[in-house]
């Protein structure tokens, strides 16, 4: 996904500018949950860009300890996005790792934790940016049929996203939850726990699995494409036929495409 999905709204009652944090999965995988974002952005009135020059979030270095390469893209990030009103994020797990463990990696440097503090605390997940900042309830889109969603962990246990999602699923016409068993226990993703614990990841994403299964639904959603992509491999596996999207691309009316993970997906670069 480049600047190309850069724009202004056309709503002249709002003049928030956002700065998109696009991450490094979506860009690569589902541009279309980044352009999802856009719309649902630009839908409720705001001015939306793409900074050309972010990077990934850091999130892998500092998870494998490498701390100083860490700061260095923190800081590329940072300078980035710290002109916008707001950074929005389409994941609980990188925009987690800018609002949570940015100002950490800064404690012995007062001026950039001061940036990484300011910047923390203008950064939100898409979803609650949408419902708890904006208070937007109704979409005014459709999704006939049943799903079922997943909470991510560092959305739910570092930034509290639960019932953002539902809420503005609720909105949708047509469209029925049905809450799976231990919607909130990981899927065996976990960044570079999957390739450390491969294992036990395998496990996990197996009764994962196992629990979307038995609700019955026809889609499972998310708000991570990390898991989501885990979900759907296990999914293909296993010979399941269960559609997986992320959250925003039903909110955003964005599913006449190819489900994550299935075998005749085009390519989507852009």
């Known amino acids: ?7 202004s709204s056309s709503n002249e009652g709002h003049s928030v500018r956002v700065g998109l944090f696009v991450t490094c999965l979506v860009d690569l995988v589902r541009p279309n949950v980044g352009f999802a974002a856009v719309k649902l952005l630009e839908d409720a009135g705001c001015q939306v860009e793409v900074p050309e020059l972010q990077t990934c979030c850091g ?4 998870n494998s300890g490498d701390f100083s390469d860490t700061q260095r893209i923190a ?4 300078a980035a996005f710290e002109e916008y009103d707001y950074l929005v994020a389409p994941s609980g797990s990188c925009l987690g790792m800018i609002k949570e463990h940015y100002p950490k990696l800064f404690a012995t440097d007062a001026v950039w934790r001061n940036r990484a503090q300011q910047l923390a605390g203008r950064c939100y997940e898409l979803l609650t940016f949408l419902h708890q900042v904006l208070g937007v309830e109704d979409l005014g889109v459709a999704h006939e049929g049943s799903v ?8 739910l246990r570092e930034l509290g996203i639960h019932g953002q999602p539902r809420a503005l699923l609720a909105g949708v016409s047509g469209l029925e939850l049905r809450e799976m ?3 909130n226990v990981c899927c065996g993703f976990g960044g ?3 390739v450390k614990y491969p294992k036990i990841s395998e496990h996990l994403v197996s009764e994962k699995v196992a629990n979307i299964t038995d609700t019955g639904a026809a889609t499972v959603l998310g708000g991570d494409l990390g898991c989501l992509l885990n979900i759907a491999g296990r999914i293909k596996r296993e010979g399941r036929d269960t559609r997986v999207f992320h959250v925003a691309e039903v909110l955003a009316g ?4 190819p489900a994550i993970g299935d075998a005749d997906t085009p390519d989507e670069s852009v």
């Not at 800081?75 to 940072?78: D, G, R, S, T």
């Not at 964005?254 to 495409?257: A, G, N």
């Open 1 to 7: 996904m480049t600047n190309d999905a850069t724009s």
């Open 59 to 62: 999130q892998p270095a500092y």
């Open 75 to 78: 800081e590329q990030v940072i």
């Open 148 to 155: 079922t969603y997943h909470d991510s962990c560092s959305g």
């Open 181 to 183: 068993t231990d919607s």
């Open 192 to 194: 570079t726990f999957c």
């Open 254 to 257: 964005m599913t006449d495409v």
